[in-house]
């Protein structure tokens, strides 16, 4: 197997020299996985955390080979499990690119960790562009997230999430039925069997479609149903409406709405985004990739741009 390394393709400095400081200060961060943000609250990862690592650097490692890339390893120290009291907000998971660490929260179920660990990973996978500015190490550039403009903030950023959920969601569906995760299903597949498309008292579904884990508890108050779902989906809508339409006005150059989303992820992976990007401008005319960077951070106002294409 290869030397481990860090994910940092490209780096944007003034001279060679700091290139390398901060190539250098990338790869100590890889090795010493050490800083707070990674540390705080971890635990010992338990066998079964392992095995999911394990697989996930495999399905990952597979996606980059897809899109001509070679395969690279994440040593399984830079997944850092976080005790559930220790997690702060609502996210499952995050990836720190200037740190070359991910964070995962403990998760409610093995299908959890298994779809937050490969989220991060793609994450981790995805072409990294760090900047020098100043004294300072800046992100320029991350998956589909690239810096444009005059401060060159990176943007996309719900295109870029979008994708990386939708190979999640692929991971998911094709691995649901390995032993790590056989039980989980069958139990979920019992409970879709028995709830149906009944609906809570507010009408709305007590297993939303989409759910891939559910846990039931009975209490005295009555049943509880906890269900993980996939994540971004304002995000994901807005991925595939986009989608559509570049399909449907370029039918005759792709076989079917996949390849399109190939593009995407390719393009996330290798960071070479021209050929999307002149797809998008030739089908939707010049300046639609700088109106959708104008949408960063609101998301619906992105599905609004999109509808009106
Ligand atoms: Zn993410």
């Given at each position: 197997m290869k030397e481990p390394r860090p994910s940092l393709e490209r780096v944007v400095a003034s001279s060679e020299k700091r290139k390398d400081e901060i190539r250098a200060a990338t790869l100590a961060?890889?090795?010493?996985?050490?800083?707070?943000?990674?540390?705080?609250?971890?635990?010992?990862?338990?066998?079964?955390?392992?095995?999911?690592?394990?697989?996930?650097?495999?399905?990952?490692?597979?996606?980059?080979?897809?899109?001509?890339?070679?395969?690279?390893d994440i040593p399984e120290k830079i997944f850092h499990v976080i005790k559930k009291k220790e997690w702060k907000d609502k996210s499952r998971g995050a990836y720190e690119p200037k740190l070359q660490g991910i964070i995962l929260r403990e998760g409610a179920s093995r299908l959890d960790t298994a779809a937050s660990a490969f989220h991060e990973a793609v994450h981790f996978k995805s072409y990294l562009t760090l900047e020098g500015v100043d004294g300072r190490i800046e992100e320029r550039g991350f998956g589909l997230s690239?810096?444009?403009g005059p401060n060159r903030n990176p943007r996309f950023s719900e295109f870029n999430e979008a994708t990386t959920e939708?190979?999640?969601?692929?991971?998911v569906e094709r691995r649901k039925h390995d032993p790590l995760f056989a039980?989980?299903?069958?139990?979920?597949?019992?409970?879709?069997?028995?709830?149906?498309?009944?609906?809570?008292d507010e009408g709305k579904p007590l297993l939303p479609v989409d759910a891939y884990h559910s846990r039931v508890t009975f209490k005295k108050h009555g049943v509880f149903i906890d269900v993980e779902r996939p994540a971004y989906a304002n995000e994901r809508r807005a991925l595939h409406a986009f989608i559509d339409k570049l399909y449907d006005r370029n039918r005759n150059d792709f076989k079917d709405r996949e390849e399109v989303f190939d593009l995407f992820a390719k393009g996330m992976f290798t960071g070479k985004l021209l050929v999307l990007s002149r797809l998008i401008e030739k089908t939707f005319g010049t300046g639609t990739l700088r109106r959708i960077s104008e949408q960063e951070g609101d998301v619906a106002g992105l599905e609004e741009l999109i509808a009106k294409l």
């Open positions: 961060e890889f090795l010493a996985q050490d800083a707070p943000e990674l540390v705080k609250g971890e635990r010992e990862k338990t066998e079964t955390e392992r095995a999911i690592i394990a697989l996930v650097n495999e399905e990952t490692n597979a996606l980059r080979v897809k899109y001509g890339l070679e395969p690279l690239v810096g444009v939708e190979l999640t969601i692929r991971f039980d989980e299903t069958d139990r979920h597949e019992r409970h879709r069997q028995a709830l149906g498309d009944k609906t809570s």
